[in-house]
């Protein structure tokens, strides 16, 4: 069993940057994949990035690629989401998810087993 708190949401204008944390307690398999997800009011829940937990390798929803950064710390079973440049858009509850191990479909939620309760990001124009 995981348990994951995200924190470091909030209100910032365009152009502004936020940084997510995602804390794990239970154990993290070196196999796993962690991701971040977004939704925004009537839409349906987004990848946005995805690392893997012990190689690190990652991967990013196209419309954020060059602004945002995932990156983890496997002492601290902790995730990261450094977001730059923040666009209106970019507005949603951002949650995030574990998955026991690799798959192609990372961009899928229904691959991730474990979830946070999310922490909002908002972003004036």
């Known amino acids: 069993q995981v348990q994951l708190v995200e924190s470091g949401g909030g209100l910032v204008q365009t152009g502004g940057s936020l940084r997510l944390s995602c804390a794990a307690s239970?154990?993290?398999?070196?196999?796993?994949?962690m991701g971040w997800f977004r939704q925004a009011p009537g839409k349906a829940r987004e990848f946005v990035a995805a690392?893997?937990?012990?190689?690190?390798?990652?991967y990013y929803l196209d419309s954020v690629k060059g602004r945002f950064a995932i990156s983890r710390d496997t002492a601290q079973n902790t995730m990261y989401l450094q977001m730059n440049s923040l666009k209106p858009e970019d507005t949603a509850v951002y949650f995030c998810?574990?998955?026991?191990?690799?798959?192609?479909?990372?961009?899928?939620?229904?691959?991730?087993?474990?979830w946070g309760q999310g922490t909002q990001v908002a972003v004036s124009s």
């Open positions: 690392i893997r937990w012990s190689a690190g390798t990652t």
């Open positions: 998810a574990v998955d026991r191990l690799f798959s192609i479909q990372y961009m899928d939620p229904r691959q991730y087993t474990y």
């Open positions: 239970g154990r993290i398999f070196s196999s796993s994949t």
